[in-house]
């Protein structure tokens, strides 16, 4: 028992120091002491400063409890703790805890940061803050305000809560949770996150990392607003300095205007040089009236303009377009999409209904959704297969092919043009010969996409060969080559099956192109735009 005391003894000793320690030293220019329920209190007016550890405090009144070691102060509030200043009109501090609590017009202050609320708690050991009813904080880069919110001075972190909104330098982004590193000014969100920036670009997102200092900002599943479209993706990232945005994962670019849409696995917006690329069997997809055309390729690269005439999607290699009515290969394509012509470079080839076009360049011109004109350009071949699986060929330097409710009802050929077209009965059942023609220019007509008549000019040589004397040297003309089995599906849109191409480029191995499209290696990945269009080959 003796000993259990002694120990007691020692304690109490050991502690004694510990507990004057934690009494709060006051001093004032007016003292007054009073007995309130068995406690003693100490009123304090005028210059009143009272001291703890490292923590002073000034103000013009206060009220102190000595058996609760707590201050009560009034009016010109400022504390110092170290590299801490905290100013208010209220304050209760509890000297065992030392915790502070600050009402009124409070600024919390350390290095280039202030907090502007009037309502915190603030514990001087940890140097945690809390707010609740409403804060801001700023600092030499950024703004934050929301509805509540904790800073760790000693961790340099802050996290905020309800209706948070940091204004940057060059952007501001809305949120309802964020976590900012107030030395690296690294601000990281979890949750629904809208950005703002100064050019009207806007960024929405499920979270994200936004590095403020050097305008850099990772995003989860999120999407990028511009002028003209709107890219989204499973992670975006974007360098507001250099004004470049990343997207991957399920991309898609979707276009304000013009029914127009994008997907692929990887893209990346360059607002400085305005343009996108869409990378991962990059699909364009366009919804027309009562069709959808579809256009695939490794590559397409979607140009800004403030231009409506310039704005265009240049798609390289490998192109597969397809619509229910026209399906098409080629090498490189440009799409202008405010008067809807299209150049297909790299020997394309097209095929519409029964009809296969083929040439070194074709452009197509598309109006109310519908197919009107297409030009082809050198080593231009037309075949069609009539009722009686017969190949009706038309062959030339160059051709134009008009269309009318996308149906192809007339052809005319400038130069070097040739013809073979079988000859049937009424009922388009017998076959009654073959006539071939041989002429500079001519002129088709067809009717539900036969051949129906043929219009020669220029000392035109022919004749019309009879059904028995019809032999494979004499039915087909130079450079036949009738590729249906290449023709592509929807299905072949989004799996971009290699045969096709492959097959098609041994078609066409042999042939000089007449024009060259912006192909992967002619054109820079990091500057589309510096590569300059085709200009339409001479006739």
Same mark, same amino acid.
């Given at each position: 028992?003796?000993?259990?005391?002694?120990?007691?003894?020692?304690?109490?000793?050991? @502690?004694?120091?510990?507990?004057?320690?934690?009494?709060?030293?006051?001093d004032?220019?007016?003292?007054?002491?009073?007995?309130? /329920?068995?406690?003693?209190?100490?009123?304090?007016?005028?210059?009143? +400063?009272?001291?703890?550890?490292?923590?002073?405090?000034?103000n013009?009144?206060s009220?102190?409890y000595?058996?609760?070691?707590l201050?009560?102060?009034?009016?010109?509030?400022?504390i %110092?703790d170290?590299?801490?200043?905290?100013?208010?009109?209220?304050?209760?501090?509890?000297?065992?805890?030392?915790?502070?609590?600050?009402? $009124?017009?409070?600024i &919390?202050?350390?290095?280039?940061?202030?907090?502007?609320?009037?309502?915190?708690?603030?514990?001087?050991?940890?140097?945690?803050?809390?707010?609740?009813?409403?804060?801001?904080?700023?600092?030499?880069?950024?703004?934050?305000t929301?509805?509540?919110?904790f800073?760790?001075? /000693?961790?340099?972190?802050?996290v905020?809560?309800?209706?948070?909104?940091?204004v940057?330098?060059?952007?501001?982004?809305?949120?309802?949770?964020?976590?900012?590193?107030?030395?690296?000014?690294?601000?990281?969100?979890?949750?629904?996150?809208?950005?703002?920036? $100064?050019?009207?670009?806007?960024?929405?997102?499920?979270?994200?990392?936004?590095?403020? *200092?050097?305008? $850099?900002s990772? =995003?989860?599943?999120?999407?990028?607003?511009?002028t003209? &479209?709107?890219?989204?993706?499973?992670?975006?990232? =974007?360098?507001?300095?250099?004004?470049y945005?990343?997207?991957?994962?399920?991309?898609?670019?979707? &276009?304000?205007?013009?029914?127009? *849409?994008?997907?692929?696995?990887?893209?990346?917006?360059?607002?400085?040089? @305005?343009?996108?690329?869409?990378?991962?069997?990059?699909?364009m /997809?366009?919804?027309?009236?009562?069709?959808?055309?579809?256009?695939?390729?490794?590559?397409?690269?979607?140009?800004?303009?403030?231009?409506d005439?310039v704005?265009?999607?240049?798609? &390289?290699?490998?192109?597969?377009?397809?619509?229910?009515?026209?399906?098409?290969?080629?090498d490189?394509?440009?799409?202008?999409?405010?008067?809807?012509?299209?150049?297909?470079y790299?020997?394309? *080839?097209?095929?519409?209904?029964?009809?296969?076009?083929?040439?070194?360049?074709?452009?197509?011109?598309?109006?109310?959704?519908?197919?009107?004109?297409?030009?082809?350009?050198?080593?231009?071949?037309?075949?069609?297969?009539?009722?009686? #699986?017969?190949?009706?060929? %038309?062959?030339?330097?160059?051709?134009?092919?008009?269309?009318?409710?996308?149906?192809?009802?007339?052809?005319?050929?400038?130069?070097?043009?040739?013809? +073979?077209?079988?000859?049937?009965?009424?009922?388009?059942?017998?076959?009654?010969?073959?006539?071939?023609?041989?002429?500079?220019?001519?002129?088709?007509?067809?009717?539900?996409?036969?051949?129906?008549?043929?219009?020669?000019?220029?000392? !035109?040589?022919? #004749?019309?060969? !009879?059904?028995?004397e019809?032999?494979?040297?004499?039915?087909?003309?130079?450079?036949?080559?009738?590729?249906?089995?290449?023709?592509?599906?929807?299905?072949?849109?989004?799996t971009? !099956?290699?045969?096709?191409? $492959?097959?098609?480029?041994?078609?066409?191995?042999?042939?000089?192109?007449? @024009?060259?499209?912006?192909?992967?290696?002619?054109?820079?990945?990091?500057n589309?735009?510096?590569?300059?269009? !085709?200009?339409?080959?001479?006739?």
């Amino acid at each position: 028992m003796i000993r259990f005391a002694f120990i007691l003894f020692l304690i109490f000793i050991a @502690g004694v120091p510990v507990l004057a320690q934690k009494k709060i030293k006051y001093d004032a220019d007016t003292l007054r002491n009073e007995r309130r /329920k068995s406690e003693n209190v100490q009123f304090l007016w005028y210059h009143v +400063i009272f001291q703890q550890e490292t923590t002073t405090v000034t103000n013009d009144s206060s009220v102190y409890y000595r058996g609760q070691n707590l201050m009560e102060s009034f009016r010109h509030i400022r504390i %110092v703790d170290d590299s801490t200043t905290i100013t208010a009109d209220r304050l209760t501090y509890d000297g065992n805890s030392r915790t502070a609590s600050l009402r $009124q017009h409070v600024i &919390y202050a350390k290095g280039d940061r202030r907090l502007y609320t009037d309502h915190l708690d603030y514990n001087m050991v940890t140097e945690v803050g809390e707010y609740s009813r409403g804060g801001k904080l700023i600092d030499s880069t950024n703004t934050l305000t929301s509805k509540s919110g904790f800073f760790y001075g /000693k961790q340099n972190i802050a996290v905020f809560w309800t209706n948070v909104v940091l204004v940057s330098p060059d952007f501001t982004l809305k949120t309802d949770t964020l976590r900012y590193n107030t030395l690296t000014k690294v601000a990281y969100t979890d949750g629904p996150t809208e950005i703002t920036n $100064q050019d009207g670009t806007e960024l929405l997102s499920q979270g994200g990392v936004f590095r403020t *200092i050097i305008d $850099q900002s990772q =995003f989860i599943d999120g999407h990028i607003e511009t002028t003209d &479209y709107i890219l989204e993706g499973k992670e975006l990232f =974007f360098d507001d300095l250099k004004k470049y945005y990343k997207s991957e994962g399920d991309v898609i670019l979707t &276009y304000k205007s013009n029914d127009l *849409i994008i997907t692929g696995q990887e893209a990346y917006y360059d607002k400085q040089k @305005g343009y996108s690329k869409i990378y991962g069997n990059a699909v364009m /997809k366009r919804v027309m009236e009562a069709d959808t055309f579809y256009m695939a390729a490794d590559t397409l690269v979607a140009i800004e303009s403030e231009y409506d005439s310039v704005k265009r999607v240049l798609a &390289y290699p490998d192109i597969r377009i397809f619509r229910s009515n026209l399906q098409g290969l080629a090498d490189s394509v440009a799409y202008f999409l405010h008067d809807s012509l299209i150049y297909m470079y790299g020997t394309p *080839i097209l095929w519409t209904l029964d009809n296969q076009i083929a040439a070194d360049t074709i452009e197509m011109e598309m109006a109310e959704n519908e197919i009107k004109k297409m030009v082809l350009h050198q080593n231009s071949f037309l075949i069609s297969q009539d009722t009686m #699986k017969h190949f009706n060929q %038309v062959k030339g330097r160059n051709m134009t092919a008009f269309f009318d409710n996308n149906d192809l009802y007339r052809i005319e050929v400038d130069g070097n043009g040739e013809t +073979i077209f079988y000859l049937l009965d009424e009922g388009d059942s017998v076959l009654l010969g073959m006539n071939r023609l041989l002429c500079s220019d001519m002129a088709i007509r067809f009717k539900n996409n036969q051949i129906s008549t043929i219009t020669v000019f220029k000392m !035109p040589e022919g #004749k019309i060969i !009879p059904p028995h004397e019809l032999e494979p040297s004499v039915e087909r003309l130079d450079g036949f080559n009738w590729q249906d089995s290449i023709r592509p599906t929807l299905e072949d849109i989004y799996t971009k !099956p290699e045969n096709l191409h $492959q097959r098609h480029k041994t078609r066409t191995a042999s042939r000089t192109p007449g @024009g060259a499209g912006p192909s992967r290696s002619q054109t820079p990945k990091d500057n589309p735009t510096t590569q300059a269009l !085709p200009k339409k080959p001479k006739g």
